[in-house]
């Protein structure tokens, strides 16, 4: 039976002893992911393509007590195999297994305008403005690369398994966007399109990768300060959101963007509560309740 002590926050949500990689972790949700999972006790591999602010991240926001630890490894594009191999590699030399796994790392894409009526309007904008590279790249790295991270880390994942333990423990958070569940395009159709494709690829996973004993699930975000939301981060590779912005937006019932701790908690408890697998959980602000979707 269950004691009523057992049952507080911080025995529920400690990730004390946990060993965790994040890609994307130096700037945005990453960072806001990485902040928590080290809040609460675990080792935090993060990476990405640019080591300085992988570094500063690190020099910013590791914590000053407890047992938590934001570990820069990299730096890794992970829309290359050989990048993604030698991460691996840095890391289990480290370390004997993985716990969690978030696959944060994405782009923006290019974008187009389908607000017109007139047909020569809409080829324009979508068709003559765009291009198959710039939709390529945003396909690539906002979904291939979060396939092949994942399988690359399988072996990881699967050794965190205790003997005897058949329940599904380790964990991987996708990170996809309220952007692939509803049907405006928002005039980017290449990222929409793309996160459509990041969600299924979750289930996907979820399904195929039950037997390895690996639970995957996905958060689908609205509108968070990060680099791609507010173009830009300050000296510690945190961005601001203005409310006036998101409330110019007209979609959003709570009128702003989304918090670090709101981030956090839907974080922790993907990655705590054994019970779920295979869910697209969206933490929007109410967002799908406003536009068309699914």
Request: hydrophobic share 35%.
């Amino acid at each position: 039976m269950v004691q009523t002590s057992q049952l507080s926050a911080e025995h529920l949500f400690s990730a004390k002893g946990h060993v965790c990689v994040v890609t994307g972790g130096g700037t945005g949700i990453g960072l806001m992911i990485t902040q928590a999972l080290a809040a609460n006790g675990a080792r935090v591999y993060i990476t990405g393509r640019r080591k300085e602010v992988l570094d500063n991240a690190v020099k910013n926001h590791a914590p000053t007590s407890g047992e938590g630890q934001i570990i820069a490894v990299g730096p890794c594009d992970v829309t290359k195999k050989d990048d993604l191999e030698k991460l691996v590699a840095e890391i289990s030399g480290k370390e004997k297994s993985i716990d969690l796994l978030v696959t944060n790392a994405g782009i923006s894409g290019p974008k187009g305008s389908p607000e017109s009526s007139k047909a020569s309007e809409l080829k324009k904008n979508l068709f003559q403005n765009e291009d198959f590279a710039s939709w390529n790249e945003t396909f690539n790295t906002n979904v291939t690369s979060v396939y092949f991270t994942t399988t690359a880390f399988l072996p990881l994942l699967q050794s965190s398994i205790k003997s005897g333990d058949h329940h599904l423990s380790p964990s991987v958070i996708v990170i996809s966007s309220m952007s692939g569940i509803m049907r405006d395009s928002q005039n980017h159709f290449a990222y929409n399109a793309a996160k459509g494709a990041t969600v299924h690829l979750a289930k996907l996973m979820s399904y195929e990768f039950k037997e390895a004993g690996v639970r995957v699930n996905s958060i689908a975000p609205g509108y968070f300060p990060s680099e791609m939301t507010a173009k830009e981060s300050g000296e510690d590779n945190k961005s601001e959101l203005p409310d006036e912005k998101i409330q110019d937006k007209g979609h959003v019932p709570h009128g702003r963007a989304g918090s670090d701790e709101e981030m956090a908690m839907g974080a922790l408890f993907l990655m705590k509560n054994r019970y779920v697998s295979g869910e697209i959980i969206a933490i929007d602000g109410g967002a799908l309740l406003e536009l068309p979707g699914r």
